[in-house]
């Protein structure tokens, strides 16, 4: 079972080893799709958790109860491929490498299992192709 989350952490927060912490309590594994932190500032981290439902369930409340703000990732970007032109203008804009060119047909490819939802794509395809599914 796995859920991607979105993570928000407070400036008194974002120097803790608070998700290393949560792995090693709750067992479970994470991949971090993003990560913005700034120092005294704030924290932003998008990331996927892996392991029992019950425990990714204590792990957000654990988190939740420390300060930090949790969100499902629940949008979910979509390529409409008939509208797409192939201009390649998103592929640059992708920060997690979901969008890439085909070598062999010079189609722009997606991949919904490697987005992480953060709308870039959208603002760069002229054609909109790229469109966010709630």
Not at 53 to 74: D, N, T
Request: one cysteine or more.
């Amino acid at each position: 079972m796995g859920k991607k989350l979105v993570l928000n952490f407070p400036s008194s927060l974002v120097d803790k080893p608070i998700i290393s912490s949560l792995v090693r309590e709750f067992n479970l594994d994470f991949n971090i799709l993003k990560a913005y932190v700034t120092p005294e500032e704030e924290g932003n981290l998008v990331l996927e958790l892996t392991g029992d439902e019950g425990k990714i369930g204590s792990a957000i409340r654990h988190l939740k109860g420390l300060g930090v703000k949790v969100e499902l990732l629940s949008k979910e970007v979509e390529m409409i491929r008939e509208r797409c032109t192939d201009c390649t203008a998103c592929i640059p804009q992708c920060p997690v490498g979901a969008l890439w060119m085909d070598k062999d047909s010079f189609q722009v490819k997606f991949s919904s299992e490697k987005c992480i939802a953060c709308g870039i794509c959208l603002k760069a395809c002229p054609t909109r192709a790229m469109v966010l599914r709630i």
